[in-house]
């Protein structure tokens, strides 16, 4: 049996080590990941959940509640940590994960992070694939959570089913800019930390500001580290949503392009590239565009 075959039977099996082995390879580009993700059934209908915000919202904490409220349900839960940090530099991408600790060692629980490698807003190409390989397995849902640092958040809300927008009371002052950016991409917001000063004037301000924009998006009230208010959100989670995401088709046409594009990559002998760039930017009418070109037609 090939390698990428004992894989999918591993990870259709619900084998967390032949899971953690497959997101390695497709987020390494390490064969057989290519094979891997072809061959695998992608179940779309598992709800993916998109958790977003600034830093300090309490993000990880709440991912942690939630999940403990869908083991209680005895559901089984992914969560897909995205990163902000180079790979080389593990430290914040632990630190934020010790929230989570007593889900370790949890069999319905499988969490795993992921630096986002410098993709513009957090979620790179990997993160995508990576989610499909979670899809194959046997999973009631899969909850990704990142931070909320600009575009991370549109591109978020293309990837998941459902996106809710975790914001503290201090977020007060910024309340024009959540009318510009995350009005658009929110499903939910969750004003976490509701026993600090000015939580209830926070969620009030939120709740007219989605009514003005004429949008029914709930505005969730939540104390994560002490329980409070979280199976509202669950119960929320978990009913199907009747939209159709159209930043989903958006993201898919431009993860569709960037396959077609790496394939047709594969091909180039990038040293030789080197090499001829090398030489002939020595031409005082040197043209990148003219030389790619040729390049192109000739290689």
């Known amino acids: 049996m090939n390698s990428h075959q004992i894989l999918k039977e ?19 580009d390490i064969e057989p990941a290519s094979t891997l993700l072809k061959t695998i059934h992608i179940k779309n209908e ?4 998109g958790v977003t915000g600034p830093p300090g919202a309490g993000k990880s904490t709440l991912v942690n509640t939630i999940t403990n409220y869908f083991i209680e349900q005895k559901k089984k839960i992914a969560i897909l940590a995205v990163d902000p940090t180079s790979p080389f530099n593990f430290g914040s991408l632990l630190g934020d994960r010790i929230r989570m600790a007593q889900q370790f060692n949890n069999p ?3 969490i795993r992070s992921i630096a986002t490698r410098g993709a513009l807003g957090g979620i790179s190409l990997k993160t995508l694939e990576m989610v499909d390989v979670l899809k194959a397995a046997k999973f009631d849902l899969i909850l990704v959570e990142t931070v909320g640092v600009g575009q991370s958040e549109v591109e978020i809300a293309g990837l998941a089913d459902k996106t809710v927008v975790v914001l503290v009371p201090e977020s007060g002052d910024e309340i024009q800019n959540i ?11 969750i004003v976490n930390k509701a026993d600090r000063d000015g939580a209830d004037t926070f969620a009030n301000n939120l709740k007219k500001l989605v009514t003005q924009q004429h949008q029914n998006i709930p505005v969730f009230k939540t104390i994560a580290d002490k329980n409070e208010g979280i199976s509202a959100v669950c119960k929320w989670i978990l009913k199907p949503t009747d939209t159709i995401n ?54």
């Open 246 to 299: 159209e930043r989903k088709k958006f993201l898919m046409a431009e993860k569709a392009l960037r396959i077609i594009q790496h394939y047709r990559m594969k091909d180039i002998d990038s040293i030789q590239l080197r090499l001829d760039v090398e030489k002939a930017v020595m031409q005082p009418d040197f043209n990148i565009y003219r030389f790619t070109e040729s390049w192109i037609k000739h290689s």
């Open 108 to 110: 319905n629980v499988f």
């Open 179 to 189: 009318k510009s950016g995350l009005m658009e991409i929110a499903q939910g917001f």
């Open 10 to 28: 591993g990870i259709e099996q619900g084998d967390f080590r032949a899971l953690a082995r497959a997101l390695t390879f497709v987020e390494n």
């Open 46 to 49: 598992i709800p993916v959940v």
